[in-house]
């Protein structure tokens, strides 16, 4: 009975609320699950062992592991089919190993052939005259001379077996050997000699199959896992190991294993490999996990059941891939959609300005310029001012559109220069009244300012006109005659907060989320039917944004409503003057 550890308190702490369901109980000669809990008692157990399977050339080579061996029969028609070896005095100790040797030699520790036999029927065989009374040095190539007695001088220092392979060429034919060399007694030795080519041959394919199989997984970072539930251990491949951060050939615990994950995946994750182990239900997940740099990598893990030949889950594999690259890519092409429905929305917006919005103003002007002709034509004045003032209106809301219509395509298309210098604040406003103090007076509409006298910024003269105008107009367009609007400005640490305030219609909370949005149609119609695109607010947001600062509206339906922003003031990072 293992002592419980640090690990096992942790595993039992992890898996204490897992259910109680029951599965069918089968006869196995190896373990009977009763429930969850009994199958994960086993892995609350496993300890940091790694699972090293062996390799085919490392079981073949135990097969003929017959180390500290006593007594080695001398009768060579007997040793070319079987060899007998005692470990011990204790017959039932005694193994017999196969050896079938195709050459097999009896030679001293100097390398010096006392006796010699191969079977008459194979393609090694020579007769013993040409081995019998030579040293080994005599008959084979230096090179190969020189290990075979290297091996001989192991065997004879350890007492056990040591083993050497080599390669000889005979008639341009290369022919793989392996010469096990077992001590008989403190002088004599036997050298069992095997034709290993087709097995080398089989290996190097391995070896290279496998080599390709490791070179694809690094490449797509890509490995597998095992969990023995007999054997109570956990393997991880290297490539597996390396994405978690860890060195090649390390295995973790069970519980280790399930920390790597991301907090907010570790309950989803523990339910499926319970479930892969209980129910044998299969699972392919993709998570987040933090590898041992504290990185957080995308991974897909996926996980099947391996059955006894009584139905009994006895071991989960799978397989464990670095999927950030592609998660990155998927993000990449989420936003490239997102930008591309914005700039479908852009493309709406603009047709939908120049098909409408832009059509119903001169509309206006070509149809009451007809009306005020046709009059003047039959000398009747009663109509003229009207028309007049009609044209008048209709043709500053044409120009103001194409203004705003010519400065957006500049923006987007990246030709408008950004040039931020020193500016008074006072000057800018100032100018920006001016330009819209008859469309105010038309409405009868009072605009107040509130300035400090020697306020300074750092703005684009042309962008920062651009705001102020569309701010103010929006205000006039949507205040009642004989209204009031106001334009204040205040330092704050390194910037200044500018607003424009109304009290005219306001609007709702909702409408207020559709502002500085091209997707979304937000114009609405001002207290004398003024027509809107709602491309002015677009293009506020534009050009704040790109002197760094923030725009927004604060509103309440009926009570009017009030625009700010803020521009970088004279201490700012953005003053290079």
């Given amino acids: 009975m293992m002592k419980e550890n640090s690990n096992d308190i942790e595993n039992n702490v992890l898996f204490e609320q897992l259910s109680e369901a ?16 009994d199958s994960l008692k086993r892995l609350h157990e496993l300890e940091d062992n790694q699972i090293k399977p062996k390799t085919q050339n490392e079981e073949h080579r135990e097969a003929f592991d017959i180390a500290e061996m006593e007594t080695v029969p001398h009768d060579f028609t007997t040793l070319n089919q079987t060899v007998e070896v005692h470990r011990n005095s204790e017959a039932e100790n005694r193994i017999i190993i196969d050896v079938n040797p195709d050459i097999l030699f009896r030679i001293n520790k100097q390398g010096f052939i006392i006796d010699y036999h191969a079977p008459a029927n194979t393609q090694f065989y020579v007769t013993p005259e040409v081995f019998l009374g030579k040293t080994i040095v005599e008959v084979m190539p230096p090179v190969v001379a020189k290990k075979i007695m290297e091996t001989i001088e192991t065997a004879c220092h350890t007492n056990q077996m040591a083993i050497v392979e080599y390669e000889l060429i005979k008639d341009e034919k290369h022919t793989c050997f392996e010469n096990r060399i077992f001590p008989i007694n403190a002088n004599e030795l036997f050298s069992f000699v095997r034709d290993i080519t087709e097995r080398k041959k089989v290996e190097a394919e391995q070896n290279s199959n496998y080599s390709l199989l490791r070179m694809a997984g690094k490449t797509v970072s890509f490995g597998g896992w095992s969990l023995d539930l007999i054997e109570k251990k956990v393997k991880w491949s290297d490539e597996v190991a390396n994405i978690h951060g860890k060195p090649k050939g390390y295995s973790p615990t069970l519980v280790e294993g399930i920390s790597f994950y991301a907090p907010e995946w570790i309950d989803k994750f523990t339910k499926v490999v319970t479930d892969c182990i209980v129910k044998g239900i299969p699972y392919d997940e993709e998570l987040e996990i933090i590898n041992a740099c504290g990185k957080r990598i995308w991974v897909r893990s996926n ?111 990246g030709r408008m220069e950004f040039t931020p210098e020193k500016v008074a604040i006072t000057e800018m406003v100032h100018e920006a009244t001016r330009f819209l103090n008859d469309s105010a007076k038309h409405k009868s509409i009072t605009i107040y300012t509130k300035l400090p006298a020697k306020l300074m910024l750092i703005a684009d ?15 006039i367009k949507f205040t009642n005659p004989k209204g009031e609007i106001v334009v204040s400005a205040v330092q704050q640490k390194n910037k200044v907060l500018v607003s424009v305030a109304d009290n005219g219609v306001g609007m709702s909370s909702e409408r207020i989320l559709k502002l500085f949005r091209i997707d979304q149609n937000h114009s609405a119609i001002g207290t004398q039917n003024e027509q809107g695109t709602g491309l002015g607010l677009i293009l506020c947001k534009e050009f704040v944004e790109k002197h760094g600062g923030k725009i927004w509206a604060e509103s309440d339906a009926g009570k009017g409503s009030t625009f700010f922003f803020t521009i970088p003031g004279l201490s700012s990072r953005h003053f290079r003057g």
């Fill in 22 to 37: 029951p599965i069918e109980k089968k006869h196995s000669k190896v373990f009977i699950f009763t429930n969850e809990k």
């Fill in 303 to 413: 996980g099947e059941a391996i059955h006894d030949n009584f139905g009994n889950v006895v071991k989960i594999q799978g397989s464990f891939q670095d999927i950030s690259k592609k998660k990155m890519a998927e993000q990449k092409l989420s936003e490239s959609e997102s930008h591309l429905k914005e700039l479908n929305a852009t493309k709406d917006k603009f047709f939908s300005i120049i098909a409408h919005d832009l059509q119903s103003p001169f509309q206006s002007i070509v149809g009451f310029s007809n009306l005020l002709a046709q009059d003047i034509q039959d000398k009747n004045y009663a109509d003229a001012e009207i028309f007049a003032g009609i044209i008048q209106n209709s043709s500053i809301q044409a120009m103001d559109l194409l203004m705003n219509l010519m400065q957006w395509s500049r923006s987007q298309s």
């Fill in 461 to 475: 003269k042309a962008m920062f006109g651009t705001i102020l105008r569309n701010l103010i107009s929006n205000a």
